[in-house]
């Protein structure tokens, strides 16, 4: 559950990130605000490049923040992202894919909407079907039994170039 009280919070201290923006190409300053499962709020900006593709976005430097500071365990509640140009924004695909991999698909969104209006969505709503980390895991289990399946442990190692018909 996340309280009106810790909603409103959020995007406070979402905009109050976004005044810490390095922004000085494309003047677009993003701040982003996680509610952590413990309690704890952080916060985090759009940080630029003068290469343009480095660019980190304010969710993803929150997200490095958050691990950096309350351990790789972390999950998300929600997660508020705002700008200080009057603009509607909702976070990027990147970071959409970066959430995914600490939020619940059920994980508040709040983002500005036309003329600023306070907007609420799911995670779940903005990346359906996301690539989760259980995939990687049943994958590699299937890597492993295909492999010892396939080893003949009198030829020495495995063949990686090994082709198998399914
Ligand atoms: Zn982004």
Known sequence: MVSDADRVKLREMAAKAA????APYSRFRV???LLLQNGAMVTGCNVENCSYRLTCCAEQGAVARAV???????RLRAIAVTNLNGAASMPCGACRQTLAEFADDSAPILYPGEGGTAMETTLGTLLPSAFRGEFLESHQNLSTSKQDALHDPRQ????PGVKEHS
């Open 19 to 22: 005044e810490q923006a390095y």
């Open 31 to 33: 701040g982003a605000a």
């Open 68 to 74: 950096a500071e309350h351990g790789p365990g972390i």
């Open 156 to 159: 020495g190692p495995a063949d």
